[in-house]
Nanobody
Framework: QVHVVESGGGLVQAGGSLRLSCAAS????????MGWFRQAPGKEREFVAA????????YYADSVKGRFTISRDVAKITVYLQMNNLKPEDTALYYC???????????????????WGQGTQVTVSS
């Protein structure tokens, strides 16, 4: 199995910043696509951002474009989510996901990912 672990969540005031980190370990795949998803209480899990194994392709949800940046360290199989200008509506449990890379790019559908972290809570106060 593959372990995926997120960190970096916390409580921040609106307009503040946080950086989430996610590392994958365990059975080795040659290449990983990785993504971030979030889920607020009573809401469905939604896509936030995804990145290809090489870092060359990134996708963002419209709600976070211009504020969040996804990046990765390929050698460490680690992905980051830099979150700036946070808003109360960003409050959610953030999950990191990983899966063997696809030729067409990193998935934005959560069902395409088989390996998930435990989640890290991000709370933005007004």
């Amino acid at each position: 199995q593959v372990h995926v672990v997120e960190s970096g969540g916390g409580l921040v005031q609106a307009g503040g910043s946080l950086r989430l980190s996610c590392a994958a370990s365990g059975r080795t795949f040659s290449r990983y696509d990785m993504g971030w998803f979030r889920q607020a209480p009573g809401k469905e899990r939604e896509f936030v951002a995804a990145i290809s194994w090489s870092g060359g392709t990134t996708y963002y949800a419209d709600s976070v474009k211009g504020r969040f940046t996804i990046s990765r360290d390929v050698a460490k199989i680690t992905v980051y989510l830099q979150m700036n200008n946070l808003k109360p509506e960003d409050t959610a449990l953030y999950y990191c996901a990983a899966d063997q890379s696809r030729d067409w790019g990193p998935p934005v559908d959560s069902t395409e990912y088989n390996y998930w972290g435990q989640g890290t809570q991000v709370t933005v106060s007004s």
